[in-house]
């Protein structure tokens, strides 16, 4: 099994539609979560941070964490042609300050205009 | 504020031959991390770099190495280089005295042929 599992898409979604993105995870440890948004052939662009179980807001985008199921979301409001992209979940088990980070597969989003 | 810089941005070597990517770290940041990303995967975690000391690593072998300087800049070199080592390079920089998010690099993208 995986240390972290992401469904690869690709997802498309019409303009103003709400998207969920997934991820789950086996290490019921791990404790810091990010969502990442890497477009074609560029670096990943950090979108959310949460180290907590619960709902976390920035403008268009929540983050979700139930550590009890071991599951995180994105959700994109209002989503946007520009929010095409692929998507990155990514776990840290924090040991002694070595932040290794476990990244999903990605999932590939398209918003149709 | 200045981002996490790498060179080169593409290269293009030989089967076994050696190659050096660098890496300045985000102004005010003193922990330096390099991912491997293949095509249509999620990054994989080499190493992690603090105050010039490798202190973790995933399951890469000894010929991925890495250096880190004072200014907290930072090299990965990998030597005998294998067709499967083409990918595009990562480098993220994070403060380790805090919460650990990563601030990713466009990266280095490397074909081996």
């Known amino acids: 099994q995986k240390e972290v599992e992401q469904d690869p898409g690709p997802l498309s979604v019409p303009e103003g539609a709400i998207v969920s993105l997934n991820c789950t995870y086996s290490?019921?440890?791990?404790?810091?979560f990010m969502w990442y948004r890497q477009y074609s052939r560029k670096g990943p662009e950090l979108l959310m941070y949460t180290y907590s179980s619960g709902n976390k807001e920035d403008g268009r985008f929540t983050a979700q964490v139930d550590k009890s199921s071991k599951y995180i979301s994105l959700f994109i409001r209002d989503s946007q042609p520009s929010d095409s992209a692929t998507y990155l979940c990514?776990?840290?088990?924090?040991?002694?300050?070595?932040?290794?980070?476990?990244f999903g597969t990605g999932t590939r989003l398209k918003v149709l205009a | 504020e200045t981002g996490v810089t790498q060179s080169p941005t593409h290269l293009i070597k030989t089967r076994g031959q050696q190659v050096t990517l660098r890496c300045s770290s985000q102004?005010?940041?003193?922990?330096v991390s390099w991912y491997q990303q293949a095509l249509g995967q999620g990054p994989q975690f080499i190493f992690q770099y603090y105050r010039e000391e490798e202190n973790g690593r995933g399951n890469f072998p000894p010929r991925f190495s890495g250096l880190q300087f004072p200014n907290y800049s930072s090299e990965l070199n990998v030597n005998a280089l294998e067709l499967d080592d083409s990918a595009l390079y990562l480098c993220a920089s994070s403060l380790t005295s805090g919460t650990g998010e990563l601030f990713f690099g466009e990266g280095s993208r490397l074909t081996v042929l």
């Open positions: 290490n019921s440890a791990f404790q810091y």
């Open positions: 990514a776990i840290c088990l924090d040991r002694t300050g070595t932040y290794k980070y476990i």
């Open positions: 102004s005010g940041h003193n922990t």
